[in-house]
């Protein structure tokens, strides 16, 4: 079993739709959550961090359920712009050292 | 407004040849590392460095050195190229080991 799972997609949505992912990861003992995001053949740059309590910025919400182990991200109101794969990255380990899932990529239709 | 920087962007070698990839950042970071993408899989850390002089193994280091003589520079040498080398790499520079990743745009590498 991997360390951080993520469904593959591609999920395909509607502009305009919610849209929301989650992604599992096995280690209790993870101190910190982040998504990434990247765009077709570049590089990924960070989307938000994850905070126990819940955090937003503008039309995403990002949650973190440390009893189920799962962290999720909620997109509202999508636009043609969010098309991109969603990466979830969780520490490891006291020096936090960074597990990536594989990705989810999302795909916005017009 | 530089950033990371990594070049080459694309690679072809033949199988037994050498490389390095160049990394350089302007942002003053202390924390430098290479990852390589695969598809289906997240991204993989190679080595990583915590400051000038200092550097350490990630999970997939076999195959790869590094060194860092300067807080800008982090280079990565593949000494005898293999097909399963064939991969996408990224060099990254964060502040502090809990800051934010920058990435360089990535070199594609293929290994015949």
């Known amino acids: 079993r991997k360390e951080v799972e993520q469904d593959p997609g591609p999920f395909n949505v509607p502009e305009g739709a919610t849209v929301a992912f989650n992604c599992t990861y096995s280690n209790s003992a993870s101190q910190s959550f982040f998504w990434y995001r990247q765009d077709c053949r570049k590089e990924p740059k960070l989307l938000m961090s994850v905070y126990s309590s819940g955090n937003e910025d503008g039309r995403f919400t990002a949650q973190l359920n440390r009893a189920s182990q799962y962290i999720s991200l909620l997109i509202r109101d999508s636009k043609l712009s969010d098309s991109a794969t969603y990466l979830c990255?969780?520490?490891?380990?006291?020096?936090?050292?960074?597990?990536w899932g594989a990705g989810t990529k999302l795909i916005i239709k017009p | 407004n530089a950033g990371v920087t990594q070049t080459p962007k694309f690679q072809v070698l033949k199988t037994g040849q050498s490389m390095t990839l160049q990394c350089a950042q302007d942002m003053n970071h202390e924390y430098m590392s290479w990852y390589r993408q695969d598809p289906g899989m997240g991204l993989r850390l190679i080595h990583y460095s915590v400051g000038a002089g200092i550097t350490d193994q990630g999970e997939v280091p076999n195959g790869y050195n590094v060194s860092r003589s300067t807080t800008e520079d982090f280079p990565l040498r593949l000494l005898s190229a293999a097909p399963s080398q064939t991969s996408v790499y990224f060099c990254?520079?964060?502040?502090?080991?809990?800051?934010?990743?920058?990435f360089g745009e990535g070199s594609r590498l293929t290994v015949l």
């Open positions: 990255v969780v520490t490891r380990g006291s020096n936090y050292q960074l597990i």
């Open positions: 990254a520079s964060q502040k502090g080991v809990t800051g934010e990743l920058f």
